[in-house]
């Protein structure tokens, strides 16, 4: 047994005290006296134990308990424009998305695609283009690797000048994190003769809108891969079936789903979605092109709004890190609002361009709190601080009255959740 | 590390090498020519380079726009009620705050990302549906409405890269190094 200690105000534990050992509960916290717990009640046999259960579905979904674990969906009627789905991070825990649930956009609805009919050409600037399918793709020696997948407006809502009271869905359910699997890019490059004066790919999906993006050659040969399968079973429809580029690291939009054509070309295409959706407006008017990279974030899941906390006492704050640099390198936590750290306990094993999970021991003392996480990662870059975020990238001058606004694009700052006596959770700046 | 630990090691790193070079790409792709591709090849570069032939004006964009666009986008441009067919004229100055509506007028740097952009995706139900005279005559209709060329003038593969957007050299490239 080793003593707990508190390492920043309001509560904080070191993570330490919960890392194989038992924990004796320091003096401050037993003399607040809400940590323990009534006694239990005599046990019965319940109901479902005394029968018969169902028999098992080809395809399993979710206990209908967790009939609340959904994505929220910003077209729910199906009304013909674009539909965003976001996934439920307050409701989950780990950090592989399920399928079901990972964060889809679709611009001009999902394509219904015969696999057997899809077909992926490479040409351009190339020796010989070439013409691939699911099945030639599959023959390849595939790779694996966990990546998160964030669109560039996730967080969006952050921009508004006034916190928006809704749940960590609703601000930051366009980002997932997924193992994908599939063919390296620079293979299917090289088998190509790719030209050595060739700079940029143009990706094109195979939906009603004939999405592209310009991928720089760059990137291609750094980590970039034709996904086919996602947490090892074929794509979703919504996230690109049956292939997508896969840019570990690169704001969402460029991960062409439904991948059709990569043009090889000495010019970025400057392609719609490229020039305006994807680009930044700054303060100062002038905007930014071709910023691709996700940077460091990261946001607690729990305790978060729509969580009430039902009573003060042991609490495990937790949440999601990820950074399109690299790994994470420490998440820091903060209960007083910024005014003392903690750093946060990395669970399971830390990927490149991936969710970590961080853990923070807290014990609730029935006092206002504000709960807030600060990612590192490897490269040495921090999260922002809001207030020195809004400075440089600006705030949204009118009113966010919904959350499925676009304010703007790439916020990565902190995120503060404020608990009130009662438990009440709101988010707050701070 | 003694001698025979760095022989060893000096052999993998020959036998690595030797792998390697014998290593073999599975080259499963099919061959295709350029002229096969023709059909899906309609990325347009913002210097002109894969714009077809033919051309179009604004008199006869506006036609067509009268026929295809106008339901959505509403009457002269001014954008509809989904929020994706917004305003396809106008634009306030990015200045107004970093969430300034992005217009074609304030925010494009091409005059080709129109043309692509058309071509690619519009009508929003009926998508390549629009010959290539039409693609051009209904990007004439939204440059002049939009004041970016005169009503008379005719867009074709080598005016429309010429077409100067307001907004071109706006831009900061603010990680060159991703590039």
Same mark, same amino acid.
């Given at each position: 047994?080793?003593?707990?200690?508190?390492?920043?105000?309001?509560?904080?534990?070191?993570?330490?005290?919960?890392?194989?050992?038992?924990?004796?509960?320091?003096?401050?916290?037993?003399?607040?006296?809400?940590?323990?717990?009534?006694?239990?009640?005599?046990?019965?046999?319940?109901?479902?134990?005394?029968?018969?259960?169902?028999?098992?579905?080809?395809?399993?979904?979710?206990?209908?308990?967790?009939?609340?674990?959904?994505?929220?969906?910003?077209?729910?009627?199906?009304?013909?424009?674009?539909?965003?789905?976001?996934?439920?991070?307050?409701?989950?825990?780990?950090?592989?998305?399920?399928?079901?649930?990972?964060?889809?956009?679709?611009?001009?609805?999902?394509?219904?695609?015969?696999?057997?009919?899809?077909?992926?050409?490479?040409?351009?600037?190339?020796?010989?283009?070439?013409?691939?399918?699911?099945?030639?793709?599959?023959?390849?020696?595939?790779?694996?690797?966990?990546?998160?997948?964030?669109?560039?407006?996730?967080?969006?809502?952050?921009?508004?000048?006034?916190?928006?009271?809704?749940?960590?869905?609703?601000?930051?359910?366009?980002?997932?994190?997924?193992?994908?699997?599939?063919?390296?890019?620079?293979?299917?490059?090289?088998?190509?003769?790719?030209?050595?004066?060739?700079?940029?790919?143009?990706?094109?999906?195979?939906?009603?809108?004939?999405?592209?993006?310009?991928?720089?050659?760059?990137?291609?040969?750094?980590?970039?891969?034709?996904?086919?399968?996602?947490?090892?079973?074929?794509?979703?429809?919504?996230?690109?079936?049956?292939?997508?580029?896969?840019?570990?690291?690169?704001?969402?939009?460029?991960?062409?789903?439904?991948?059709?054509?990569?043009?090889?070309?000495?010019?970025?295409?400057?392609?719609?979605?490229?020039?305006?959706?994807?680009?930044?407006?700054?303060?100062?008017?002038?905007?930014?092109?071709?910023?691709?990279?996700?940077?460091?974030?990261?946001?607690?899941?729990?305790?978060?709004?729509?969580?009430?906390?039902?009573?003060?006492?042991?609490?495990?704050?937790?949440?999601?890190?990820?950074?399109?640099?690299?790994?994470?390198?420490?998440?820091?936590?903060?209960?007083?609002?910024?005014?003392?750290?903690?750093?946060?306990?990395?669970?399971?094993?830390?990927?490149?361009?991936?969710?970590?999970?961080?853990?923070?021991?807290?014990?609730?003392?029935?006092?206002?709190?504000?709960?807030?996480?600060?990612?590192?990662?490897?490269?040495?870059?921090?999260?922002?601080?809001?207030?020195?975020?809004?400075?440089?990238?600006?705030?949204?001058?009118?009113?966010?009255?919904?959350?499925?606004?676009?304010?703007?694009?790439?916020?990565?700052?902190?995120?503060?959740?404020?608990?009130?006596?009662?438990?009440?959770?709101?988010?707050?700046?701070? | 590390?003694?001698?025979?630990?760095?022989? +060893? !090691?000096? $052999?993998? &790193?020959?036998?690595? %090498?030797?792998?390697? @070079?014998?290593?073999?790409?599975?080259?499963?792709?099919?061959?295709?020519?350029?002229?096969?591709?023709?059909?899906?090849?309609?990325?347009?570069?913002?210097?002109?380079?894969?714009?077809?032939?033919?051309?179009?004006?604004?008199?006869? +964009? !506006?036609? $067509?726009? &009268?026929?295809?666009? %106008?339901?959505?986008? @509403?009457?002269?441009?001014?954008?509809?009620?989904?929020?994706?067919?917004?305003?396809?004229?106008?634009?306030?100055?990015?200045?107004?705050?970093?969430?300034?509506?992005?217009?074609?007028?304030?925010?494009?740097?091409?005059?080709?990302?129109?043309?692509?952009?058309?071509?690619?995706?519009?009508?929003?139900?009926?998508?390549?549906?629009?010959?290539?005279?039409?693609?051009?005559?209904?990007?004439?209709?939204?440059?002049?409405?939009?004041?970016?060329?005169?009503?008379?003038?005719?867009?074709?593969?080598?005016?429309?890269?010429?077409?100067?957007?307001?907004?071109?050299?706006?831009?900061?490239?603010?990680?060159?190094?991703?590039?």
């Amino acid at each position: 047994m080793i003593n707990s200690e508190f390492v920043a105000g309001n509560g904080l534990i070191n993570r330490r005290a919960f890392l194989g050992h038992g924990i004796a509960i320091a003096g401050t916290m037993t003399t607040a006296g809400t940590a323990t717990a009534a006694a239990a009640e005599p046990l019965n046999d319940p109901q479902w134990s005394l029968q018969f259960g169902s028999t098992l579905p080809p395809l399993q979904i979710a206990s209908p308990y967790e009939k609340d674990v959904v994505r929220s969906l910003s077209n729910p009627n199906g009304e013909f424009r674009n539909s965003h789905a976001r996934t439920p991070h307050h409701l989950l825990g780990g950090t592989i998305t399920p399928n079901s649930l990972h964060f889809s956009i679709d611009h001009s609805g999902v394509p219904n695609i015969d696999p057997a009919q899809h077909k992926l050409v490479i040409h351009g600037m190339v020796r010989q283009p070439l013409e691939f399918t699911l099945e030639t793709l599959s023959r390849y020696p595939l790779v694996t690797r966990i990546n998160f997948l964030e669109c560039a407006g996730n967080s969006a809502p952050m921009f508004s000048k006034e916190p928006l009271q809704v749940t960590a869905q609703a601000i930051h359910g366009l980002v997932s994190n997924a193992e994908w699997s599939g063919v390296p890019l620079s293979i299917l490059l090289d088998e190509a003769g790719i030209d050595r004066n060739a700079k940029w790919l143009i990706a094109e999906g195979a939906d009603a809108h004939f999405l592209d993006r310009s991928v720089p050659v760059k990137k291609a040969y750094d980590d970039a891969m034709v996904a086919i399968y996602q947490n090892g079973e074929h794509l979703m429809p919504g996230n690109g079936y049956p292939m997508r580029l896969l840019l570990p690291g690169y704001q969402g939009n460029m991960n062409v789903k439904f991948l059709r054509r990569i043009k090889v070309v000495d010019q970025p295409a400057m392609s719609m979605f490229e020039t305006k959706t994807y680009s930044q407006i700054l303060p100062d008017g002038r905007t930014w092109r071709f910023h691709f990279l996700m940077e460091v974030k990261s946001f607690i899941t729990y305790p978060s709004f729509g969580h009430n906390l039902k009573e003060p006492g042991f609490h495990a704050i937790s949440g999601v890190a990820y950074s399109g640099t690299g790994r994470i390198a420490k998440v820091m936590v903060s209960a007083d609002g910024g005014k003392s750290w903690g750093e946060a306990a990395l669970q399971g094993t830390v990927h490149e361009k991936a969710f970590t999970r961080f853990v923070m021991p807290w014990h609730w003392d029935g006092q206002p709190a504000i709960l807030q996480s600060r990612a590192w990662d490897e490269a040495g870059n921090a999260q922002p601080l809001r207030a020195e975020f809004v400075a440089a990238r600006g705030e949204a001058r009118n009113p966010v009255t919904t959350p499925l606004a676009f304010p703007n694009q790439h916020y990565n700052s902190i995120t503060s959740w404020g608990v009130d006596s009662k438990g009440v959770i709101k988010h707050v700046y701070a | 590390m003694s001698m025979h630990n760095r022989l +060893g !090691a000096l $052999i993998l &790193a020959l036998l690595f %090498v030797t792998e390697s @070079a014998l290593a073999q790409s599975p080259k499963l792709g099919k061959p295709i020519s350029e002229a096969d591709i023709k059909q899906w090849d309609i990325a347009i570069l913002p210097d002109g380079t894969n714009l077809p032939a033919g051309n179009g004006t604004s008199a006869e +964009g !506006a036609k $067509i726009y &009268a026929e295809k666009c %106008v339901a959505c986008h @509403a009457e002269g441009g001014k954008g509809g009620a989904s929020p994706g067919a917004g305003p396809l004229v106008g634009g306030a100055p990015l200045t107004n705050g970093i969430d300034t509506l992005k217009t074609i007028s304030n925010y494009y740097a091409y005059a080709t990302t129109v043309f692509d952009y058309i071509r690619r995706a519009m009508p929003f139900n009926m998508p390549r549906s629009l010959t290539d005279n039409e693609v051009y005559a209904l990007t004439a209709y939204i440059l002049s409405l939009n004041k970016l060329i005169s009503d008379n003038d005719v867009i074709d593969a080598k005016s429309l890269p010429q077409v100067k957007m307001p907004n071109r050299d706006n831009y900061i490239i603010p990680y060159p190094d991703r590039i």
